[in-house]
């Protein structure tokens, strides 16, 4: 970066390992190749696997007319398919947490996109109103999403309006812990 001094950059040095030492956050390492695994869950949580199957279920009305039995045999196997990839890899309370705050925004009347990224390709993520893009129809893969051969964790990219996202963020404070809620952002520089 040549527009940037030696004395900048060993600023921002210097403020990352300040940054670091402040952390008190534990990495564990995997073995290679693994994929990531949900994090443990306090006893006497639901069985989430469980919980997920009946959020389908009664979701499936809502996107489609009918029931899984009725679902068009590729829209059923797809379903399956990434049910068993989900529960393979102990994400059934992720997407349960996801469904449960994209239904309280809606409920609130709080802008909400319609889903973005590879999440769009996740039938589950469509019948539990995550997103709003059925996969099949626009021939998105469930793969690029979440797949065992993946190692990093699915990332759901839902768009909250601003002027409402600091209540989204109380409510899960409250909701689930102020200690398991961070509010991340990304930074942008347009140049002209």
């Given at each position: 970066?040549?527009h940037?001094?030696?004395?900048?950059?060993?600023?921002?040095?210097d403020?990352?390992?300040?940054?670091?030492?402040?952390?008190t956050?534990?990495?564990k390492?995997r073995?290679?190749g693994?994929?990531?695994v949900?994090?443990?869950?306090?006893?006497?949580?639901?069985?989430?696997?469980?919980?997920?199957?009946?959020l389908?279920?009664?979701?499936?009305?809502?996107?489609?007319?009918?029931?899984?039995?009725?679902l068009?045999?590729?829209?059923?196997?797809?379903?399956?398919?990434e049910?068993?990839?989900?529960?393979?890899m102990?994400?059934?309370?992720?997407?349960?947490?996801v469904?449960?705050?994209?239904?309280?925004i809606?409920?609130?009347?709080?802008?909400?996109?319609?889903?973005?990224?590879?999440?769009?390709?996740?039938?589950?993520?469509?019948?539990?109103?995550?997103?709003?893009?059925?996969p099949?129809r626009?021939?998105?893969?469930?793969?690029?999403f979440?797949?065992?051969w993946?190692?990093?964790?699915?990332?759901f990219?839902?768009?909250?309006?601003?002027?409402?996202?600091?209540?989204?963020?109380?409510?899960?404070?409250?909701?689930?812990?102020?200690?398991?809620?961070?509010?991340?952002?990304t930074?942008?520089?347009?140049?002209?």
């Amino acid at each position: 970066y040549p527009h940037i001094s030696d004395l900048k950059i060993q600023e921002m040095l210097d403020n990352t390992v300040e940054l670091a030492e402040r952390c008190t956050a534990t990495i564990k390492d995997r073995p290679q190749g693994t994929y990531m695994v949900a994090p443990a869950l306090p006893a006497g949580t639901p069985d989430y696997d469980t919980l997920l199957m009946d959020l389908v279920l009664a979701g499936i009305p809502g996107r489609f007319s009918g029931t899984l039995e009725g679902l068009l045999p590729e829209y059923r196997t797809r379903l399956l398919h990434e049910l068993n990839t989900i529960w393979d890899m102990g994400f059934s309370a992720y997407f349960c947490f996801v469904a449960d705050t994209c239904r309280w925004i809606r409920a609130q009347g709080i802008p909400l996109g319609p889903g973005r990224g590879s999440s769009a390709g996740s039938l589950v993520s469509y019948i539990l109103k995550i997103t709003d893009l059925d996969p099949l129809r626009y021939g998105l893969i469930f793969e690029r999403f979440l797949a065992p051969w993946r190692t990093d964790a699915p990332d759901f990219d839902i768009d909250v309006g601003r002027a409402r996202r600091e209540e989204v963020i109380d409510f899960l404070r409250e909701k689930y812990g102020h200690e398991h809620v961070a509010h991340i952002c990304t930074h942008n520089m347009l140049k002209g």
